[in-house]
């Protein structure tokens, strides 16, 4: 066996992984409407064997940047406290943190953003001291 198929080899064994399977190929080759093996053979292409080792680990953290990029957006927060600066950035954040650790812990994202709603509306009647 030359080299590149040892390197071929070792990179499906990451790749073919359930965890890998099931959080990151087969969704996304059903979203990029390709086969399992298309999308296999573009993360050999794009990425090396460090980058194919840390890659799982890496989804798992962006999923909560995601989410929490998701509450900045929705709760407009880049407007109320970036823009007309009514909230400070650090009630802001603790805001969106406190949120993404509640889906996380299992509530539905609906229902989180309802309720940060409602906490947003809070900090700001604080501040205009209502």
Same mark, same amino acid.
Request: net charge negative; charged share 35%.
């Given at each position: 066996?030359?080299? !590149?198929?040892? $390197?071929?080899?070792?990179?499906?064994? *990451?790749?073919?992984?359930?965890?890998?399977?099931?959080?990151?190929?087969?969704? %996304?080759? &059903?979203?990029?409407?390709?086969?399992?093996?298309?999308?296999?053979?573009?993360?050999?292409?794009?990425? !090396?064997? !460090?980058?194919?080792?840390?890659?799982? +680990?890496?989804?798992?953290?962006?999923?909560? *940047?995601?989410? =929490?990029?998701?509450?900045?957006? !929705?709760?407009?927060?880049?407007?109320?406290? +970036?823009? %007309?600066?009514? *909230?400070?950035? &650090?009630?802001?954040?603790?805001?969106?943190?406190? %949120?993404? &650790? &509640?889906?996380?812990? +299992?509530?539905? =994202?609906?229902?989180?953003?309802?309720? +940060?709603?409602?906490? %947003?509306?809070?900090? $700001?009647?604080?501040?205009?001291?209502?």
């Amino acid at each position: 066996m030359d080299d !590149d198929a040892k $390197l071929r080899l070792m990179q499906k064994r *990451i790749i073919k992984s359930y965890a890998w399977q099931r959080d990151i190929i087969v969704p %996304l080759s &059903e979203e990029f409407n390709c086969t399992v093996d298309e999308l296999e053979d573009l993360f050999f292409s794009l990425l !090396d064997m !460090d980058s194919l080792e840390a890659m799982h +680990g890496t989804f798992e953290s962006a999923k909560d *940047i995601c989410l =929490y990029q998701k509450f900045n957006a !929705d709760l407009r927060l880049c407007w109320f406290s +970036g823009t %007309l600066e009514l *909230i400070s950035p &650090e009630d802001g954040k603790n805001l969106k943190m406190k %949120l993404v &650790e &509640e889906v996380k812990s +299992g509530k539905s =994202y609906d229902d989180v953003l309802k309720e +940060g709603k409602l906490e %947003l509306f809070e900090l $700001l009647k604080k501040e205009a001291k209502y």
